[in-house]
């Protein structure tokens, strides 16, 4: 092979690739997984769904009856938007969640993530700019990066994004000559932070963006994850024109589907569909119709009750032990979801704390990684959902033994 001219030993293509590239790059997440997965860690990294409470054997048995009755169709191409069957069954499940909507604004995805990558396609030119809260989920930046979009974080509280912080923030960017595109909101259970956006602030910050002529992205995978009362109705179930809502299987299920889903205005999900059916042809037939048959034959309703104790458990476990170990921080309280968000004190560095960490067997997620601009060193993010209480109380147990070593330093 020919090494081009801008090519670097290490890789002969280097100058070839396109300029959307550049925003491409590794998540600290997922570099955390290799780590975090050794099993004398305690990880409380990654939001890793505790799928062992499944009910495996009901969904083997939704494998194999779709596989016997319906074989030949579950393992064909299907519609780029869906099947009709599973969407009618997420109708279903937004309504618990206040949404009223019909079959065909429907388009299921793989995973909610692909349903980001095709809102951000849709929607985002190089130097468009997304607004999103303060701080935001590392893989929705990355997509956003990915398309040359900047990301313009929005201060938050414990009730979620400060609706006058916006307001402020779309006239300073607007002054600036900036084209604000989308305003990227996880009004529940927030992911890092925890928190969740009050109602009040839910039609606040609706009212702004339709004044400001800026499409809501509402993306709620945890909103049935709730443990002490159930999150306020989604954004989505007071405004149609102005929100694509987002949903996923992934939390409630499994994310071993990847299945996932996005609601749309009309003219939208037209567009969604096409750009879908460029990218994958059409969503998993297999999977989907699996997922219909668990929806129909189960109990899903009492598994996510299953899923919102367990994880009250660990929210329980790990905010005790919080209590206990690290009484001189301060963290959020979640009422649902994977997360609690730590702010550390003295000046300490989430991200140069973590290799004394992992050699003291505990990982978490340092806070650069939800801001674009790589500031957050004074966070953490904890995930409590995976490991059981006792070891999650012996993770904080030795975080703790971390901080101590360096308020020391
Ligand atoms: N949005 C948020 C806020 C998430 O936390 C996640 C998963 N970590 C996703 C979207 C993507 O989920 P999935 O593609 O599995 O549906």
């Keep these: 092979m020919t090494i081009s001219r801008e090519g670097t030993n290490l890789d002969p293509w280097y100058g070839h690739y396109a300029d959307r590239t550049s925003g491409l790059s590794a998540s600290e997440v997922r570099a955390l997984f290799a780590v975090a997965s050794r099993p004398e860690v305690v990880s409380l990294a990654g939001g890793m769904p ?17 596989m016997r009755d319906r074989g030949a169709t579950a393992l064909q191409y299907g519609s780029g938007q869906g099947t009709p069957e599973l969407r009618e069954h997420i109708l279903e499940i937004m309504a618990l969640e206040g949404i009223r909507a019909g079959v065909d ?58 609706p006058a912080a916006l307001t402020e923030r779309i006239a ?39 004044s400001a002529g800026i499409l809501i992205l509402e993306d709620n995978p945890y909103g049935l994850l709730w443990f ?23 939390k409630t299920l499994a994310p071993g589907f990847r299945v996932g889903w996005a609601l749309a205005p009309h003219a939208i999900r037209e567009k969604l569909v096409l750009a879908a059916e460029a990218a994958i042809l059409s969503p998993s037939s297999l999977n989907q119709m699996v997922i219909s048959d668990y929806l129909d034959q189960a109990d899903w309703r009492g598994q996510i009750d299953v899923f919102r104790g367990l994880y009250r458990e660990r929210r329980d476990a790990m905010i ?24 550390l004190t003295d000046g300490l560095d989430s991200k140069a704390m973590l290799p004394r960490a992992v050699k003291e067997l505990v990982a978490y997620t340092p806070g650069t990684a939800f801001f674009a601009d790589g500031s957050g060193r004074g966070h953490l993010r904890l995930a409590f959902c995976y490991p059981p209480p006792a070891e999650i109380r012996e993770g904080i147990r030795r975080l703790a033994t971390v901080v101590r070593g360096e308020q020391e330093l």
Excluded: C
Excluded at 139 to 159: L, N, T
Excluded at 228 to 250: H, K, N, Q, W
């Design 320 to 343: 005790e032990a919080l209590e206990q170990y690290l009484p001189d921080l301060s963290w959020t309280m979640p009422n649902g979801g994977f997360y609690v968000w730590v702010t």
């Design 172 to 210: 300073s960017l607007r002054a600036a000559g900036k084209r604000l595109k989308l305003l990227y909101l996880i009004p529940n259970f927030h992911n890092p932070a925890g928190v969740t956006l009050s109602s009040a602030r839910r039609l606040e910050i609706i009212d702004i963006a339709r």
């Design 50 to 66: 505790y799928v062992s409470a499944l009910p495996l054997p009901t969904i083997t048995e939704s494998m194999d009856r779709v």
């Design 105 to 162: 604004d429907v388009v299921v995805t793989t995973g909610s993530q692909q349903a980001l990558d095709l809102v951000a396609k849709l929607f985002l030119d190089p130097g468009d700019v997304v607004l999103a809260e303060s701080p935001s989920y590392v893989g929705a930046m990355g997509i956003f990066r990915s398309y040359q979009a900047e990301v313009a974080h929005i201060a938050m509280d414990a009730d979620g994004m400060i």
């Design 228 to 250: 002490d009362r159930p999150a306020p109705a989604a954004m989505r179930s007071v405004e149609t024109d102005g929100i694509v809502y987002l949903g996923s299987f992934s």
